[in-house]
T-cell receptor, first 112, second 114 residues
Framework: KNQVEQSPQSLIILEGKNCTLQ??????????LRWYKQDTGRGPVSLTI?????NTKSNGRYTATLDADTKQSSLHITASQLSDSASYIC???????????FGDGTTLTVKP | EAGVAQSPRYKIIEKRQSVAFWCNPI?????LYWYQQILGQGPKLLIQ????????DSQLPKDRFSAERLKGVDSTLKIQPAKLEDSAVYLC????????????FGPGTRLTVT
């Protein structure tokens, strides 16, 4: 069964600090790994999309890494801002079957 | 470019009542998705359309949920009759073509069933 596990479930950091969110996936066969940011009361917004052959991808202060051997991905946020407070969702894709598996997200709170 | 539009944004109904949600995808996007997101969980795919045909509805509770995408553009999702466990946010997303995983999400409709 395809699964995406995210950790931690929630995280509180101070403004200006860095943080790293984890995503472990068992999606087979694996094609892509996506990260989304979902603000409260809004729909998810894409941060990064990585194919299985990519190791890292950046989007401003967000950097995602992918290790297809260990089936792990991480999202690193640098110099956090209050506006980074949101839920971050990891998604594993199996393009062969046209199936995607969503994680339950990590809720990040950035405090001043 | 205009994003994915959804309405209503909020809806409160009593159990056993019916409800319908509307979605207008980004212009030119052939693929449309409906997701159910229960509080504290990730989105769960209910149904995927490619133009006006159904690609995947394996997780759609067909005894009470129905969806259509007339003319391959707008889509409606209906629940009849609603149950308490249907309380969730219903997200609509679209992508240019099926298999392209750059999905654009609407703001969602928050449904509360009392």
């Amino acid at each position: 069964k395809n699964q995406v596990e995210q950790s931690p479930q929630s995280l509180i950091i101070l403004e200006g600090k860095n943080c790293t969110l984890q995503c472990n996936y068992t999606v087979s066969p694996f094609s892509n790994l996506r990260w989304y940011k979902q603000d409260t009361g809004r729909g998810p917004v894409s941060l990064t999309i990585m194919t299985f052959s990519e190791n890292t991808k950046s989007n401003g202060r967000y950097t995602a890494t992918l290790d297809a051997d260990t089936k792990q991905s991480s999202l690193h946020i640098t110099a956090s801002q209050l506006s980074d407070s949101a839920s971050y969702i990891c998604v594993g894709d199996n393009t062969n079957a046209g199936k995607s598996t969503f994680g339950d997200g990590t809720t990040l709170t950035v405090k001043p | 470019e205009a994003g994915v539009a959804q309405s209503p944004r909020y809806k409160i109904i009593e159990k056993r009542q019916s409800v319908a949600f509307w979605c207008n995808p980004i212009s030119g996007h052939a693929t449309l998705y409906w997701y159910q997101q229960i509080l504290g969980q990730g989105p769960k795919l209910l149904i995927q359309f490619q133009n006006n045909g159904v690609v995947d509805d394996s997780q759609l509770p067909k005894d009470r949920f129905s969806a259509e995408r007339l003319k391959g553009v707008d889509s409606t999702l209906k629940i009849q009759p609603a149950k308490l466990e249907d309380s969730a946010v219903y997200l609509c997303a679209s992508s240019l073509v099926s298999g392209v995983y750059e999905q654009y999400f609407g703001p969602g409709t928050r449904l509360t069933v009392t």
